[in-house]
């Protein structure tokens, strides 16, 4: 099995005109959207269901809310190391698919299902331990004990979640990404259905609380496990992509392969975690109107960030398709197109953050003092996402192409060498306060956006 994911070096590009380099860029970004419009649904809902799980458990009053953001917010930060270290399952799928080797895309499936098992063991193990340990984490004794059972069921989720994940990267690296979006959205209803029994007590069930939620997640998620797995085994157009045999011996060199992308995937994904989490430490040392107006528009921010993020899947999975067939003259088409849409999405919220940010603002809360400051931090916000948005399509552009390691080194030079001691400096010894602080992160955005879609065009020029 050749799953090298090398096609040698790109060859350099011709120079053709303007007209004609441009209709190649929009012909490419039919295929693009058509493929990223499903991807990004699917992370739009994921949104709308924290947003639901958040309203519905805040009726069960401020303790439980609580206890459900500090659990998640460990869950959160392990759940990104998992999502880093199975989006190699996408690239390397989408090459083997794009190089006529479906069966070998089925073999990266088969390894990459057994690398989600593991993780989903391994970290949901350590999310019990966790559980059992949160007086560590210096939180209010009601809110740790709220919180324990809770976390302790989302923990668990983890294994048929990353299992639904490599399925998912598997789907949409053969240019099915409406199956699993389809099982995503079943089990958001599931998730609804279950916590407004298990939560209030409905139907005759008990009024579980806090522990109900958790018992929704793990079921939604097992849920939309078995659908997709039930689906992958009862479509025959699937067949031809499955491996030749699912319980044959497992190959060490495909691990050491996903590994080798999904590794630096994850730093790059705590790293920018870690600048958030950072920024929001910075806001609270400035006080709690700074924190509450960083969260609005934190909020609207992450929001947006899924039309990019939903792009940057569909360009690795486009550029890796691409690479495998030896199309090397439609890449670079392939990820302008893309990056280019992206920048011009975001550039459209940036309008609506900076003409209706009032609005919006007062929309999450009824404090003019916050209202003010989270209306002054959304225009900030707007250019921050320009520049967020063109460094997330970037770096799904360079993916498709194998190349992991130089973003993770641009991500962690503009995210914890330039962004954060830019956001103290401005927030802090400069007294710009908390726009200085978001000021500081697009600065640093801004410089990984220069450098990841150089990079993206340096290797699409010269070499791959």
Known sequence: MDMSGSTGRLPRFRSPSFLSSLAAVLRELRTTLALAIPITAGHV???????TDSVMIGRLGAVSL????????????IYVTSLGLLSAVSVRAAFAHGAGRPRDAGEVLRHGLMLAGLEGVVFATLIQFLSHHLEWFGQPPE????????????????IPGLLFLALKNYYEALNRPWVPMTWMFAGLLVNLCLNWVLLYGHLGA?????????????TSR??????????????????????????ANLVPAEFRAQLALGLPVSAQLLFEVGLFTAAALLMGWLGTVPLAAHQIALSC????????????????????????????HRIRSIGLGGIGMGAAIMGGFALVFVFGGRMIA?????????????????????????????????????????DVRGPTVITFVGYWLL?????????????????????????GLGVCAVLLLWRFVHKTRAAG
């Open 45 to 51: 809902g994921q949104i709308l269901l924290q947003l």
């Open 66 to 77: 609580a206890g459900a953001a500090f659990a998640g917010t460990l869950f959160g930060f």
């Open 143 to 158: 809110v740790a004990r709220a919180a324990q059972p809770f976390l302790a069921l989302i923990g668990w989720s983890l």
């Open 206 to 218: 008990p009024a579980l609380g806090l522990v109900g939620s958790g018992w929704s997640t793990l």
């Open 222 to 247: 097992a849920v939309i496990l078995g659908g997709l797995a039930l689906h992958l085994s009862r479509s025959a157009g699937f067949a031809h992509a499955h491996p030749e045999r699912w319980l």
């Open 301 to 328: 921010a992450s929001t947006t960030f899924m039309f990019p993020l939903g792009l940057s899947i569909a360009l690795s999975v486009r550029v890796g398709q691409a690479r495998g067939a030896g199309d090397t």
């Open 362 to 402: 007062a929309g999450f809360i009824a404090d003019p003092a916050v209202v003010d400051l989270a209306t002054r931090l959304l225009v900030v916000a707007g250019i921050f996402q320009i520049f967020d948005g063109t460094q997330v399509t970037s770096i799904g552009a360079l993916r498709g192409l194998a």
């Open 419 to 443: 962004a954060l001691p830019a956001a103290r400096w401005l927030g802090f010894e400069l007294g710009y306060g908390p726009p200085g602080v978001w000021a500081g992160m697009a600065l």
